[in-house]
């Protein structure tokens, strides 16, 4: 039963992170007990918790036309395409604030003939520095888990909602969250990114993203995650932020992480090995 299962993980989730903000740092809990609870969930579309709808597959912004609409460009035109809007958004100035506090835009990275697509926040203070997406902390992490799925950076195509890092007056470092008017200003870049590349799947890396993808946010990422959406009619599988797996170093998280992109290679019609299954399970 998918849904009793969910709806236990989501309450002993819940109890545990209350128990963690009291100081808790141990909790008895037997081999069996885990070894039942890390039994695989891999179905395609995630069950919602007993007694509660699961979250609406939305397709936002659908007053544009379907993505895979735009007339097909051959790969050189791809490429010519991806590179023209890139010397347009780096000499953006529509957010005189941000354009005063950054070092340089932050495009993407990867191959404009990516199947998948990842769509992050905004540029850190090391992705301002080095002027490409997701290589810092949370960067190193996404690249370990884009290798776990046999795929590299430069198969895929990562790009964030916002180009240039949100300004902190004030502070030498730290992050801020973008402003929804800041990303409704950029998201024109990412759109025709999308546009460009026509990916087969997207995947949205934690509540902001979704946020900026879709125009909304219909629940929090903890209920959306693992729950197929679609933007223009591109499938977004919306998951956790890398920064979030960092901050939460629970293996239950990185399950459900490895589950969401499991979800993602089987749309691409990946393989995948029984090892690769089994990642994140305490046997
Ligand atoms: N977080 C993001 O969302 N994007 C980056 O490029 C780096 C960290």
Known sequence: M???YHQLLDAAIGHLESLKQRGVRYVDVSPELLSRLAKPTTQKTAAAPLGQAPPAVISQRSDEPDVYHSPKLSAAEKESALAKLRDEALACVRCGHLVSSRTQVVFGVGTVHADLVFVGEAPGQDEDKEG???VGAAGQLLTKIIQA???DRD???IANILKCRPDTPGKV????KPRAEEMETCF???KRQIEIIQPKVMVALGGTAVEGLLGN???GITRLRGNWQAYRGVPVMPTFHPSY???NQSWLIKRRVWEDMMQVMERLNMPISDKQRSHFLRR
């Open 173 to 176: 470092y730290g992050n801020r």
């Open 155 to 157: 198969k895929v195509y």
């Open 217 to 219: 946010m219909p629940t």
């Open 2 to 4: 998918p849904g009793a």
């Open 149 to 151: 799925t046999g795929l």
């Open 188 to 190: 024109p870049w990412v």
């Open 245 to 247: 797996l960092l901050r």
């Open 132 to 134: 490409e997406p997701f």
